[in-house]
């Protein structure tokens, strides 16, 4: 069954590190590029970063600098590691998985883990 699971959001400082991970499941995810999406209330949904099964990579401007993504497909999980977290990137956080990054229509979604950033 391919699924995938986000977790590692929660409450931190501005200033502050949080590393999100999606655990996925079902074979063909390690061929698949796997993106994450983020959500603000009453904002529409925002592309952050992706990483194709070569482990390319690409990042939303806001975000350059500051987060990074890795894969480690022995584990099965995609990491979004952000440093230097602002207020502006308090949102639920998604990943979802695209044959190949920006590509399609990234076919398969997690349920999003909420990150705040707040003092």
């Known amino acids: 069954q391919t699924r995938l699971v986000e977790s590692g959001g929660g409450l931190v400082q501005p200033g502050g590190s949080l590393r999100l991970s999606c655990a996925y499941s079902?074979?063909?995810?390690?061929?698949?590029?796997i993106g994450w999406f983020r959500q603000a209330p009453g904002k529409e949904r925002e592309g952050v970063s992706c990483i194709n099964a070569d482990r390319t990579t690409t990042y939303g401007d806001s975000v350059k600098g500051r987060f990074t993504i890795s894969r480690d497909d022995a584990q099965n999980t995609v990491y979004l590691q952000m440093n230097n977290l602002s207020p502006e990137d308090t949102a639920i956080y998604y990943c979802?998985?695209?044959?190949?990054?920006?590509?399609?229509?990234?076919?398969?979604w997690g349920q999003g883990t909420q990150v705040t950033v707040s003092s």
């Open positions: 079902g074979f063909e995810l390690k061929y698949y590029g």
């Open positions: 979802a998985a695209d044959p190949a990054c920006w590509e399609g229509d990234f076919d398969y």
